[in-house]
């Protein structure tokens, strides 16, 4: 009997290494699918009555398509034009070094190192470029993905419910309700910034004079795009301006919509401004969510950013069960009343 149950727990851990390495590559677009599919999921709500589940999925994932498809050929595009800008001003950069009057053993430093970087620096590119179709793929796992969820998700929610164990049920209930409210702060977050960066962005091609105000309106937009899309964010447009004016020599130009960009659109404000909206939405502490986001962000990737303040916020929540479990178990200190005092019997 005992060998039947090693051999059964042997086969179990070996199917779920397997299903792990087949799922891993693709847990990030399965991830940020379930999550957009939460975000519209009060839209797919209100439209379920009149299209039914199914067409509703099928209504808001076409739209997904189109604005996926609009972002991959902008991403398309702009990486390329990035890329080759960046690779090119870094040659320029090394070849101008050069020509300055510095040391010989300066001069013959700068040249060997420039001479194994930028071969690197250029297979490293290459590299990126031939990546595409694995974006395209993560994009068709994505979508696949928020389909699925909003065609299921009646079926998701009532499996979900069934789920909680009845003797501690309040407790499963408690723990979903903190991870829809971070959720759901983190969603109404991410949009509510990614808003502000489009305007900001639109304001500083204006004010650095990048551009006239329809391409400045343009450059806003997909900023408000790609803040939705990981790994690129919004960096990529103040980075195409910055590499503009490098390549037109107006390098205080550059330094400034550079420091523009960064404070004030991406990556800083994902670390200042997103914790604060985050935390007065949960009624948890910004360090907190601070520390949720750049740590989880460190170990997870791009989807430690959301993962990381659910995490922290669930573990709130059972260190307050444990608490009151403690305090139930704990004897009460309260004095026991004093024995009342018998009244002297009269003797007979």
């Known amino acids: 009997m005992r060998a039947e149950i090693i051999t059964w727990a042997a086969t179990v851990l070996v199917i779920i290494y397997i299903a792990w390495e087949v799922v891993s590559p693709l847990i990030t677009p399965i991830f940020f699918g379930l999550v957009l599919a939460?975000?519209?999921?009060?839209?797919?709500?209100?439209?379920?009555?009149?299209?039914?589940?199914?067409r509703s999925a099928f209504l808001l994932t076409a739209g997904m398509v189109g604005l996926g498809g609009t972002i991959t050929a902008e991403l398309i595009m702009i990486s390329a034009q990035v890329a080759a800008s960046f690779y090119y001003n870094v040659v320029d950069?090394?070849?101008?070094?050069?020509?300055?009057?510095?040391?010989?053993?300066v001069l013959d430093f700068i040249r060997n190192?420039?001479?194994?970087?930028?071969?690197?620096?250029?297979?490293?590119?290459?590299?990126?470029?031939?990546?595409?179709?694995?974006?395209?793929?993560?994009?068709?796992?994505?979508?696949?993905?928020?389909?699925?969820?909003?065609?299921?998700?009646?079926?998701?929610?009532?499996?979900i419910q069934l789920s909680?164990?009845?003797?501690?049920?309040?407790?499963?209930?408690?723990?979903?309700?903190?991870?829809?409210?971070?959720?759901?702060?983190?969603?109404?977050?991410?949009?509510?910034?990614?808003?502000?960066?489009?305007?900001?962005?639109?304001?500083?091609?204006?004010i650095f004079g990048v551009s006239d105000?329809?391409?400045?309106?343009?450059?806003?937009?997909l900023t408000f795009l790609f803040s939705f899309v990981p790994l690129f964010e919004g960096w990529m447009i103040w980075l195409i301006a910055a590499a503009y004016f490098a390549k037109e020599g107006m390098y205080l130009h550059a330094a400034g919509i550079s420091l523009y960009g960064f404070f004030l659109v991406s990556p800083m404000p994902d670390y200042t401004i997103r914790p604060l909206i985050v935390a007065k939405d949960t009624d948890l502490d910004e360090t907190l969510v601070f520390i949720g986001m750049v740590g989880g962000?460190?170990?997870?990737?791009?989807?430690?950013?959301?993962?990381?303040?659910?995490?922290?916020?669930?573990?709130?929540?059972?260190?307050?069960?444990?608490?009151?479990v403690i305090a139930r178990k704990e004897p009460s200190h309260q004095p026991a009343p004093a024995p009342s005092k018998h009244s002297p019997h009269p003797q007979d």
């Open 297 to 324: 962000t460190w170990a997870m990737g791009i989807k430690g950013l959301i993962i990381g303040p659910i995490v922290l916020n669930l573990l709130l929540t059972l260190l307050k069960e444990w608490k009151r």
């Open 93 to 105: 950069f090394f070849n101008w070094v050069l020509t300055q009057p510095l040391p010989s053993e």
């Open 164 to 206: 909680l164990p009845e003797k501690n049920r309040h407790l499963g209930e408690e723990i979903l309700q903190s991870v829809s409210k971070t959720l759901g702060a983190l969603v109404r977050a991410w949009l509510l910034l990614n808003v502000a960066k489009g305007v900001l962005m639109t304001l500083g091609f204006i």
């Open 38 to 54: 939460y975000a519209v999921y009060p839209i797919h709500k209100r439209l379920i009555p009149e299209l039914g589940e199914a």
């Open 113 to 159: 190192f420039s001479g194994e970087f930028i071969p690197k620096l250029s297979e490293y590119l290459s590299k990126q470029a031939f990546s595409l179709p694995m974006y395209i793929l993560q994009l068709f796992i994505f979508l696949f993905t928020f389909y699925y969820a909003l065609t299921n998700s009646t079926s998701i929610i009532e499996q």
């Open 213 to 221: 105000i329809y391409t400045a309106i343009v450059a806003g937009f």
